[in-house]
């Protein structure tokens, strides 16, 4: 019996397995005007395809609190009820296929307002200023300018009333997006919080903004549903290689982890990366999974695992081993939208097919031999060189 697919129970929800996918940005929404932040064909084609070939959660892309929180005014949002209510045709489809659908939250901070990540030569970019922690830009990008302790205030309260939208477009999983350098990782990293007040200098201050924002959410989403919390496990600098910065570590991750518990976090989504540009981080198959592994054993806190996850049977070891409760499937599922039903067939597991696919799967009826005589040997009319 495959490890990689049998149920998880968090809270009131049992997910089918333990292959899912992982949020990934396609800059595809409505860019401007009364739509502005809504989902489109792209997004439910792509999220849809992957729901019927047997993903058991899908977690929709980083989805913006606030129009100045987007990385590009492609990205999805939730700042507003017309944003939900064009999230429910999603939310419904992939409930339909007995997939879970999820939503991550993020506000891009110093990361926001870079545009699309590829050439767009029909529309002029809009840009807007930006505000983190500290008054640090990320490589070249514009400095941002320092949150007040009243604008703090105003983005944790973006943040909860984004999940009680989120709860009502249908979400069955709502995960806080603390990694890969956007407003929460900004806070939490040394490298890029440089700030003297309370939400800055010691560990307990550089994590206060994070836990403000889990506690005002907590307190919105709904008691029953689970709440995830994507983290980078390293900011990959000092601590953890040589590079004489200080950045976040692997020791601060499972300390906050066991804050994050205590508030109701019910599982971490264990990333890496993406606070100093230059940082130099040794990829490579499954190499942010000993970060899932070191969390789930010290902390008793549930752990997906990310990152080079591309081949069954190293899926199936993640979850057989204990290093992890689930893996979270990104580019894999790119190149190859079957390939959680595929695994599934390779690791002796079958998944359930919509009835419109089921002749792709039955086994072919034995050939009666009377109805199936030879083609002919017909001799060419005219003659071939």
Same mark, same amino acid.
């Given at each position: $019996?495959? #490890?990689?697919?049998?149920?998880?129970?968090?809270?009131?929800? +049992?997910?089918?397995?333990?292959?899912?996918?992982?949020? $990934? $940005? =396609?800059?595809?929404?409505?860019?401007?005007?009364?739509?502005?932040?809504?989902?489109?064909?792209?997004?439910?084609?792509?999220?849809?395809?992957?729901?019927?070939?047997?993903?058991?959660?899908?977690?929709?892309?980083?989805? @913006?609190?606030?129009?100045?929180?987007?990385?590009?005014?492609?990205?999805?949002?939730?700042?507003?009820? &017309?944003?939900?209510?064009?999230?429910?045709?999603?939310?419904?489809?992939?409930?339909?296929?007995?997939?879970?659908?999820?939503? =991550?939250?993020?506000?891009?901070?110093?990361?926001?307002?870079?545009?699309?990540?590829?050439?767009?030569?029909?529309?002029?970019?809009?840009?807007?200023?930006?505000?983190?922690?500290?008054?640090?830009?990320?490589?070249?990008?514009?400095?941002?300018?320092?949150?007040?302790?009243?604008?703090? +205030?105003?983005?944790?309260?973006?943040?909860?009333?984004?999940?009680?939208?989120?709860?009502?477009?249908?979400?069955?999983?709502?995960?806080? #997006?603390?990694?890969?350098?956007?407003?929460?990782?900004?806070?939490?990293?040394? &490298?890029?919080?440089?700030? +003297?007040?309370? /939400?800055?200098?010691?560990?307990?201050?550089?994590?206060?903004?994070?836990?403000?924002?889990?506690?005002?959410?907590?307190?919105?989403?709904? *008691? &029953?549903l689970p709440l995830f919390f994507r983290v980078s496990a390293t900011?990959?600098?000092?601590?953890?290689?040589?590079?004489?910065? #200080?950045?976040?570590?692997?020791?601060?991750?499972?300390?906050?982890?066991? &804050?994050?518990?205590?508030?109701?976090?019910?599982?971490?989504?264990?990333?890496?990366?993406?606070?100093?540009?230059?940082?130099?981080?040794?990829?490579?198959?499954? /190499? =942010?999974?000993?970060?899932?592994?070191?969390?789930?054993?010290?902390?008793?806190?549930?752990?997906?695992?990310?990152?080079?996850? +591309?081949?069954?049977? *190293?899926?199936?070891?993640?979850?057989?081993?204990?290093? @992890?409760?689930?893996?979270?499937?990104?580019?894999?599922?790119?190149?190859?939208?079957?390939?959680?039903?595929?695994?599934?067939?390779?690791?002796?597991?079958?998944?359930?097919?919509?009835?419109?696919?089921?002749?792709?799967?039955?086994?072919?009826?034995?050939?009666?031999?009377?109805?199936?005589?030879?083609?002919?040997?017909?001799?060419?009319?005219?003659?071939?060189?």
């Amino acid at each position: $019996m495959s #490890h990689l697919f049998t149920p998880l129970t968090l809270r009131d929800l +049992t997910i089918a397995h333990r292959a899912w996918m992982s949020p $990934m $940005m =396609q800059f595809a929404a409505v860019p401007d005007g009364p739509e502005t932040g809504t989902v489109t064909d792209w997004h439910l084609q792509h999220l849809g395809s992957r729901a019927v070939a047997g993903a058991a959660l899908i977690m929709v892309e980083a989805t @913006a609190i606030t129009p100045d929180g987007r990385s590009s005014d492609y990205d999805l949002g939730l700042w507003n009820d &017309h944003q939900a209510h064009s999230l429910r045709r999603l939310t419904t489809f992939l409930r339909d296929q007995g997939t879970v659908p999820g939503i =991550q939250l993020v506000h891009a901070g110093r990361k926001g307002s870079t545009g699309l990540p590829w050439p767009d030569h029909d529309r002029q970019q809009n840009t807007w200023p930006t505000v983190s922690a500290s008054s640090l830009p990320f490589g070249q990008l514009p400095t941002p300018a320092e949150l007040t302790l009243t604008d703090i +205030t105003t983005i944790v309260d973006s943040f909860a009333a984004a999940a009680q939208r989120a709860a009502t477009a249908g979400f069955q999983v709502l995960e806080l #997006h603390g990694a890969h350098g956007y407003l929460i990782h900004q806070f939490l990293s040394p &490298h890029s919080n440089t700030r +003297t007040d309370h /939400y800055g200098g010691t560990f307990e201050n550089r994590i206060r903004f994070a836990l403000d924002v889990v506690t005002a959410v907590r307190q919105v989403w709904p *008691q &029953h549903l689970p709440l995830f919390f994507r983290v980078s496990a390293t900011d990959w600098l000092a601590g953890d290689t040589h590079d004489t910065r #200080h950045g976040w570590t692997a020791d601060d991750t499972v300390a906050l982890a066991a &804050h994050l518990e205590r508030l109701g976090v019910d599982l971490v989504d264990v990333s890496t990366g993406g606070s100093a540009p230059d940082a130099l981080i040794p990829v490579g198959p499954g /190499y =942010q999974v000993p970060f899932a592994t070191r969390i789930r054993r010290e902390t008793r806190v549930p752990t997906a695992a990310v990152g080079l996850i +591309t081949e069954p049977q *190293q899926a199936e070891d993640i979850i057989a081993l204990g290093q @992890a409760d689930a893996v979270f499937l990104g580019r894999v599922l790119l190149r190859n939208p079957a390939w959680i039903s595929q695994a599934a067939s390779q690791l002796g597991h079958t998944l359930p097919h919509p009835p419109q696919y089921q002749r792709a799967f039955r086994p072919p009826a034995p050939a009666h031999p009377a109805t199936h005589a030879p083609i002919p040997n017909v001799k060419p009319s005219v003659s071939l060189p």
